[in-house]
């Protein structure tokens, strides 16, 4: 990945197979892809308001934003990190939308370590990647 199109392009990536797999019955799995899109289209974002050209090269000497030593800061899995570090933060402390404070409220409970659980139910699932949808729909228009 190399640029805000290419991370936007694998977050696109991660819903589809996400419903792929719900389709299929593998909730887990869906679960856990799901959640990546909305990480991908922060980190998407990122690289915009930051002038970063190559979001994953944290060694490059020549990036525009000088890393220094600690780039934990950008490889986090933390929604409303990244927010921050996008420059959306103070739109989604703002919004009054009662059905995005509901999808939030859903998505916001995904997070890397998802991969290990297991047992998810279909409908658990249906609703969980339902309001990831819906939150990347507020997400692109900053995109």
Same mark, same amino acid.
């Given at each position: 990945?190399? /640029? ?14 996400? =419903?792929? %797999? %719900? %389709?299929?019955? &593998? ?5 856990? !892809?799901?959640?990546?899109?909305? =990480? ?9 308001? !930051? ?6 090269? +944290? ?15 950008? &490889? ?8 921050? %570090? ?25 997070? =890397? ?6 047992? &998810?139910?279909?409908?658990? /699932?249906?609703? +969980?990647? =339902? ?8 997400? &692109?228009?900053? !995109?």
């Amino acid at each position: 990945m190399t /640029c805000q199109s290419d991370i936007e392009n694998v977050a696109a990536q991660k819903i589809l197979d996400a =419903e792929c %797999l %719900l %389709l299929g019955g &593998r909730f887990d799995g869906a679960y856990y !892809l799901a959640g990546y899109a909305i =990480e991908l289209l922060l980190k998407a974002k990122i690289c915009k308001t !930051l002038g970063i050209a190559d979001f994953f090269d +944290f060694d490059n000497k020549d990036r525009s934003v000088k890393i220094k030593n600690d780039n934990s800061v950008f &490889r986090t899995h933390n929604y409303e990190q990244l927010l921050i %570090l996008s420059g959306i933060y103070m739109d989604y402390k703002n919004e009054q939308d009662p059905e995005f404070k509901t999808n939030w409220s859903i998505v916001v409970e995904w997070n =890397e370590n998802s991969r290990y659980l297991i047992n &998810r139910t279909s409908q658990e /699932c249906i609703i +969980f990647v =339902e309001s990831v949808k819906e939150i990347i729909k507020w997400i &692109r228009p900053h !995109l």
